[in-house]
């Protein structure tokens, strides 16, 4: 039971990959469920009478697959708050009467918030009683720490397919502007103000860049994105680009010169490994496992508070400073991705996972 695209996030890719692994389908005899009742990322968190309409058409599912045949163990990617928890408890209810053993896969956080109203204090009791968890970092224990003891916790960073850049994208200009990226979607806790204030301190040192957004619309609107660079007149350096896939998201990345996602809000974003297989040195934040992923000092930086404009601008700064240094800490990512972070080691890990959980229910 898990997420699929669209929309697109790193749950969703995350679970695609998961039921199209060769080496998973191998090995086991599954069945998917598609959980996912949004259809645009402005959606989440929202409810409507076709979202409605959608649960119980999976509850049904979910009850005709047990009815016919009852799994060894349900693989659920967990949402741990919000209207998605509430919808997830139903459909654990249902596996629980059917005693089906569950390993919960989680990719966000916020449950040590939400555990303060009583009735979530409850069902987090309930959903996590005498099951298994996947988390991404060890860095992220401490959300579940109170439910779930360190023994039935498993680690498994995720990976993604591997990029070898085309020699027609590495035709660039030799005097083109320092070229910053921000790929992800257009949420306020993902910094896109934060960056786009770093933007105009660089502005105003008299730097020469390009700062380009790609990404689907989410709290924050292509209007409302295009007020704010134009209230700090950055409307030459700073451009939204929309969506980009394929070929035209490998070219945002390949004619980039450095990453930044300031994002207080992810756990383990994807599109920083997706940077550090394109060798991009990355700036982020000291959030959830971003830790795990970038290295201070060697494969990007870390800022300790993520609304930090000013620490943003002077890494940023540091970088357009220092072409080879910046080339190298983009060098020493890749490395660390292709040793880490690669599909087939994901794979392997939690084909792992999954084969232990089952041995410890026989």
């Known amino acids: ?5 669209p929309p697109v996030h790193g749950s969703s890719i995350v679970g695609e990959l998961v039921k199209e692994s060769d080496i998973i389908n ?18 989440s968190g929202k409810t409507n009478p076709k979202k409605i309409v959608r649960f119980v058409m999976i509850w049904l599912h979910l009850l005709g697959k047990l009815m016919h045949r009852k799994p060894d163990l349900c693989y659920y990617a967990l949402t741990t708050t919000g209207a998605g928890f509430y919808k997830d408890v139903l459909l654990i209810a249902l596996l629980r009467l059917f005693r089906v053993k569950i390993i919960y896969h989680i990719h966000n956080r916020g449950i040590i918030q939400a555990r303060k109203r009583k009735i979530n204090h409850v069902l987090y009791r309930f959903v ?10 060890k860095y992220l224990y401490y959300d579940i720490e109170e439910y779930v003891p360190q023994g039935h916790v498993y680690y498994c960073p995720n990976g993604i397919k591997d990029y070898q850049p085309n020699a027609s994208f590495l035709t660039l200009p030799e005097n083109r502007p ?16 934060v960056l786009i204030e770093a933007c105009s301190i660089l502005k105003d040192k008299g730097y020469s860049f390009q700062c380009e957004f790609v990404g689907g619309e989410g709290d924050v609107s292509e209007t409302q994105f295009n007020a704010f660079v134009q209230e700090k007149g950055l409307e030459e350096q700073v451009k939204y680009l929309g969506k980009r896939y394929g070929r035209l998201k490998e070219m945002a990345f390949e004619q980039a ?3 930044a996602l300031p994002s207080y809000c992810d756990c383990f974003p994807l599109v920083i490994l997706e940077a550090m297989q394109h060798s991009l040195p990355v700036i982020s934040t000291y959030e959830g496992g971003m830790p795990d992923m970038v290295d201070e000092g060697s494969t990007g930086f870390l800022l300790p508070s993520y609304d930090d ?8 700064e540091f970088l357009l400073s220092n072409p080879v240094l910046r080339k190298q800490m983009g060098i020493n ?3 660390k991705y292709e040793k880490n972070f690669t599909l087939p080691i994901f794979e392997q890990r939690l084909l792992y996972i999954l084969q232990d959980v089952l041995k410890l229910n026989k």
Do not use: Q, W
């Open 1 to 5: 039971m898990l997420h699929l695209p």
């Open 309 to 316: 404009a000013e620490a943003l601008s002077e890494k940023l």
């Open 333 to 335: 990512g890749r490395i």
């Open 26 to 43: 191998n090995s086991f005899c599954g069945r998917y469920i598609n959980l996912i009742l949004s259809r645009k990322v402005n959606e």
């Open 178 to 193: 320092f070229n910053i990226l921000f790929f992800s979607n257009l949420i306020e806790e993902k910094g896109v103000f």
């Open 128 to 137: 996590f009683r005498n099951t298994h968890v996947i988390l991404l970092s």
């Open 257 to 259: 010169d450095v990453f």
